[in-house]
């Protein structure tokens, strides 16, 4: 009794399948023919590379589309951010300023040393935080520049 042959009795692979071609020699328990693909001209595994070749071109452009759309995303996210911080300065900034020339706000002086932050003092006025700016730079200078806990700050010394 000789045996048929059946496709699943074989290892099938992708590989396998995407790189035979119909002029390759058949196996001699391999003489029965597909009835469907004799007399089209194609060959047999062509339906399989038409679907993965669809299947590739979907997935190339759901990705492609995903890259687009997701930078774009993050560029607009970054760009509103952006302006709503732009906004809020330009929103408190005028006011910042005029309530430290009426007085109601003081002025911060930055006080670096080897420049790192080392303290923020305040003075009452725009001429008083220079002259606290100056006073503290000739600190530095002269090495006697207190530790911050110290409490050292002109402007409401005198």
């Not at 790189?19 to 595994?45: C, F, I, M, V």
Request: glycine letters at 6%; charged letters at 20%.
């Amino acid at each position: 009794m000789r045996r048929q042959w059946y496709p699943w009795r074989r290892r099938a692979s992708l590989i396998e399948a995407w790189n035979s071609s119909p002029d390759e020699q058949a196996e001699p328990g391999e003489t029965t023919q597909d009835p469907e693909s004799s007399g089209t001209g194609l060959p047999k595994n062509f339906l399989l590379k038409a679907i993965l070749i669809a299947v590739a071109f979907i997935v190339w452009a759901v990705v492609g589309i995903a890259k687009v759309l997701l930078y774009s995303v993050l560029a607009l996210l970054f760009v509103t951010a952006s302006l709503i911080e732009l906004a809020a300065e330009l929103i408190v900034m005028p006011i910042v300023l005029l309530l430290r020339l009426v007085g109601a706000a003081r002025w911060p002086v930055q006080i670096s040393r080897k420049g790192e932050h080392f303290d923020t003092r305040y003075a009452d006025d725009f001429a008083a935080a220079a002259a606290l700016r100056d006073d503290v730079t000739g600190l530095i200078e002269a090495g006697s520049l207190p530790k911050k806990d110290a409490g050292f700050n002109t402007a409401e010394d005198g």
